[in-house]
């Protein structure tokens, strides 16, 4: 039977949209395994090019990689802040970019570069579809965990192939994400960068196009 959508439940959407914020500061709870395997499978519905669902995902349980996940994060994050200058400089050293210390699950995601389901259909002009089908399924997991009251925050100052490494991962998988998830810290409706005054979103007319 074709679904009917809520006036409600579309004003609920677009309250779940405008409070998903990326969350660098977590409580150090545990996430039940059963909420989160719940929210994975919710993710697996994302569409895929192909139908391929590239994505890979490794839960990263050993504290040995943790440590060396934030290590990279580390030397990583003092290279950006060097290459700002003066106000800008002493601004992003005061920023928190990741909770990777304090959230209680870390998700690395990969894309499988060649992955054998979905015989390639869709990808061979454009093969980043893949990895456009794996950024898919994150957001997707990104908004279900929002429901349950789970916060993301997504780290990208990363060594990418450090993390291969240290995850010993196949070497047909791109990382894509590196995944802080947990229960937030506190709530803000207002993402951590504007209200830090390192940049504020502007509105979509400075993006849309018309040809």
């Known amino acids: 039977m074709k679904p009917e959508f809520s006036e409600d439940f579309r004003h609920d959407f677009q309250t779940l949209l405008e409070w998903r914020r990326d969350v660098r500061r977590f409580r150090t709870d545990p996430v039940p395994p059963e909420t989160l395997d719940r929210l994975l499978h919710l993710a697996d519905l994302a569409p895929s090019v192909g139908n391929s669902q590239p994505w890979r995902i490794v839960l990263v349980e050993s504290a040995g990689n943790r440590d060396k996940v934030i290590e990279t ?100 998988w791109r990382l894509v994400a590196y995944l802080c998830v947990g229960f937030p810290e506190e709530e803000h409706i207002e993402p951590e960068l504007e209200r830090t005054g390192w940049q504020s979103r502007s509105p979509l007319e400075t993006r849309l196009f018309r040809r």
């Not at 992003?92 to 998700?107: D, I, M, W």
């Not at 429901?147 to 490494?165: A, F, H, Y």
Request: glycine fraction near 8%; hydrophobic fraction near 40%.
């Open 73 to 172: 994060f580390e030397a990583e994050n003092e290279a950006a802040a060097q290459s700002y200058a003066d106000e800008k400089a002493k601004l992003y050293r005061q920023l928190k970019l990741a909770g990777l210390k304090e959230a209680p699950v870390h998700l690395a995601i990969f894309s499988d570069e060649n992955p054998e389901q979905g015989h390639g259909l869709g990808r061979s002009t454009m093969h980043e579809t893949l990895a456009y089908s794996t950024v898919s399924m994150i957001h997707t997991f990104w908004l279900a965990a929002r429901t349950e009251g789970i916060g993301m925050g997504w780290v990208s100052i990363l060594d990418p192939e450090k993390v291969c490494r240290i995850l010993q991962v196949d070497d047909t």
